[in-house]
T-cell receptor, first 114, second 110 residues
């Protein structure tokens, strides 16, 4: 079982809806990440949080809004998404952000935009 | 130009037929090379981290090795449950991001 828990596992939403993805880890990791993965492609980095502060935003559209309420939780707020945003959204965490420690992934949220 | 290239894209093995997967990289200032296994509908599962040329790591039927330009994931006497996509990723300099290869899809048949 993965130590990074993501909810919900599946989400179907319309283009005008607002929803949130949630991620939780209890490994004491201080870096947390959001990735997007399309079918048969590798994960692509979206955001990085380090000590609850946003460190990296890989030019992600503003319809994706991350939030890190505390060191164990990471949210991704979704609004006015497009059909091309349908993908597997993965959360990951690591002990530190500067390499030397592996990132551990959750099983993702499968998002479908109607 | 891809910084991380994995080959082959797909590999089909008979149970017990050993083989190797390749990951070549062109990044400078490598901080770490990571191997992950990903099953359909699941997130990547961490397997190994390699930091310096000459390093080797083993876990059950898997052995990962690292040179200055590439890494190999050797699979000895594979079983059907080893079927998955194997992803290689590198982290360079002071960057946060894992730079993933496109993966090798492994199918082991009984």
């Amino acid at each position: 079982d993965t130590e990074v828990t993501q909810t919900p596992k599946h989400l179907v939403m319309g283009m005008t809806n607002k929803k949130s993805l949630k991620c939780e880890q209890h490994m004491g990791h201080r870096a947390m990440y959001w990735y997007k993965q399309k079918a048969k492609k590798p994960p692509e980095l979206m955001f990085v949080y380090s000590y609850e502060k946003l460190s990296i935003n890989e030019s992600v559209p503003s319809r994706f809004s991350p939030e890190c309420p505390n060191s164990s939780l990471l949210n991704l707020h979704l609004h006015a998404l497009q059909p091309e945003d349908s993908a597997l959204y993965l959360c990951a965490s690591s002990q530190e952000r500067t390499g030397m420690r592996p990132q551990h992934f959750g099983d993702g949220t499968r998002l479908s935009i109607l | 130009e891809d910084q991380v290239t994995q080959s082959p894209e797909a590999l089909r093995l008979q149970e017990g037929e050993s083989s190797s997967l390749n990951c070549s990289y062109t990044v400078s200032g490598l901080r770490g090379l990571f191997w992950y296994r990903q099953d359909p509908g699941k997130g990547p599962e961490f397997l190994f981290t390699l930091y310096s040329a000459g390093e080797e790591k083993e876990k059950e039927r898997l052995k990962a090795t690292l040179t200055k330009k590439e890494s190999f994931l050797h699979i000895t006497a594979p079983k059907p449950e080893d079927s998955a996509t194997y992803l290689c990723a590198v982290q360079e300099g002071s960057g946060y991001a894992l730079n993933f290869g496109k993966g090798t899809s492994l199918l082991v048949t009984p």
